[in-house]
């Protein structure tokens, strides 16, 4: 814990990394917590639910549109499946 302290006072752009983390999770917390007050809780779990498949969509989309293998994530057609069908059992 004391290297981190360290590296967090000498390293400007590590402060200011975890400073925007920080603030995102804030962000993040606020919103899931403004959801929840305004519907439900059911609704902020299901809209997590959601985000993640969003993201793992994107990813894919990512993939194609790039056209390059360092960016998104190839659709495999063993695993890709399954984690489409988790994704459903998930939200559903």
């Not at 981190?4 to 993040?28: E, K, N, P, Q």
């Not at 997590?48 to 190839?74: K, N, P």
Request: proline content about 2%; overall charge negative; hydrophobic content about 50%.
């Amino acid at each position: 814990a004391m290297d981190a302290a360290v590296m967090l006072v000498h390293d400007g752009r590590l402060a200011c990394t975890v400073l925007l983390y920080w603030c995102s999770i804030a962000f993040y917390n606020f919103f899931g917590l403004s959801v929840a007050k305004s519907l439900s809780s059911v609704h902020r779990t299901l809209i997590d639910a959601c985000r993640t498949t969003l993201v793992w969509s994107i990813d894919i989309g990512i993939y194609y549109i790039a056209g390059s293998a360092a960016y998104g994530e190839q659709w495999d057609p063993q695993y890709s499946p399954m984690q489409l069908g988790g994704f459903v059992l998930m939200v559903v």
